[in-house]
């Protein structure tokens, strides 16, 4: 596999149509009429274009293989729109096809919907709807159908964007919260923290002496890959807002037992741990976009680990803790001097509009 570009991909698009007078988007651009043809026949049909799309009609009809759905939604609303390693076109498919992967899904069919704000420049919504397009084909999903908006100058931010997703499971695992069990061990899929803290550097000019760049990747190979060698996964959780302590915390909560973790074995990366001790962030609670924590039997954990390492965005996964049979519902997080702490959940959010 390709190693995930550091930087976005926007800077090195042009959009090459000619949009006559309005280089920007104007109320026009959503009303139905010519310039909203435009819109759909020179910037989103050319991208996503597909057999269902190209029926013009107000749903998608579409086959799929016998077997279980897994059906989700989510909405992006990241400021600054671009920011190092991503932007929020590659945010809005990786982000949903992330969501599926969580159950086990093979990830098939995306939806689409654009809110604009009056005034965007077009140029910067085609290379969007680019970086979308190439997040897509990575992850082997079409998207299908969609909606644009357009909204008063001052009303929005640039782009917002909803993605729902659907995906087939071909497996008898039930992978959520309740299938965890005592002894299960826990891993995580690589170094945390990089998407929240990018993101953070961008929006504040922040001139940290190493660039950050977000972790934004789709999940669904490596979960497919391991599906494929029979691990028997109890649960899958993404490391989104709130970061590992909010899912591990969400997850023990559900399946009533406790879990301890060993601080020295969370992969961080210095860069990430130096900018969260000079703004006072605690990295556990970062957000990620490219990372998921799993919960295996313990004698599926190192083939498991094996398997993550070798794929492109698992190199830096581990083996952190494991489940304890214990009702009290905690998260105990210990460190190499043999003291521990309790993670809870936060009363607020460390970073807001992070996706």
Do not use: W
């Not at 799309?53 to 077997?67: K, P, R, Y």
């Not at 397009?133 to 001052?154: H, M, P």
């Amino acid at each position: 596999m390709k190693p995930p570009n550091e930087t976005s991909s926007l800077s090195n698009i042009t959009c090459p149509i000619s949009f006559g007078e309005s280089s920007v988007i104007t109320m026009a651009h959503g009303g139905g009429g010519k310039l909203t043809r435009q819109l759909i026949d020179k910037i989103f049909a050319p991208a996503f274009g597909n057999s269902q799309l190209e029926t013009n009609h107000d749903s998608a009809i579409f086959n799929v293989d016998s077997g279980k759905l897994a059906y989700t939604t989510d909405s992006y609303v990241v400021s600054p729109l671009i920011f190092p390693g991503g932007d929020i076109g590659s945010l809005a498919i990786n982000g949903t096809v992330n969501d599926l992967a969580m159950s086990g899904a093979k990830p098939l069919y995306l939806t689409a919907g654009f809110i604009l704000e009056e005034g965007l420049p077009i140029e910067t919504l085609f290379k969007v709807v680019q970086s979308m397009k190439t997040a897509a084909n990575e992850s082997g999903v079409s998207i299908i159908t969609g909606d644009t908006k357009v909204v008063d100058k001052g009303k929005g931010d640039g782009i917002y964007i909803n993605t729902s997703g659907v995906g087939v499971i071909n497996h008898n695992l039930s992978i959520h919260p309740k299938s965890v069990k005592p002894g299960d061990a826990i891993l995580v899929s690589g170094n945390l923290g990089r998407h929240g803290m990018a993101i953070m550097a961008a929006r504040e000019n922040l001139g940290f002496e190493s660039q950050i760049t977000s972790d934004c990747a789709a999940l669904s190979g490596m979960v497919e890959e391991l599906l494929q060698a029979n691990i028997e996964l109890h649960c899958l959780r993404d490391l989104t807002r709130g970061g590992l302590a909010t899912a591990l915390v969400e997850i023990v909560d559900t399946a009533n037992l406790s879990i301890t973790v060993d601080d020295s074995k969370i992969p961080i990366g210095e860069e990430v741990k130096g900018a969260c001790e000079i703004l006072g962030l605690d990295p556990l609670y970062v957000a990620n976009e490219g990372r998921f924590v799993a919960f295996v039997p313990q004698s599926h954990a190192d083939q498991a680990l094996v398997i993550m390492q070798n794929h492109t965005h698992g190199q830096n996964a581990n083996i952190i803790g494991r489940v304890e049979e214990n009702a009290s519902k905690r998260v105990v997080l210990k460190n190499a001097l043999g003291t521990s702490r309790i993670l809870d959940l936060l009363s607020g959010e460390q970073l807001p509009r992070i996706c």
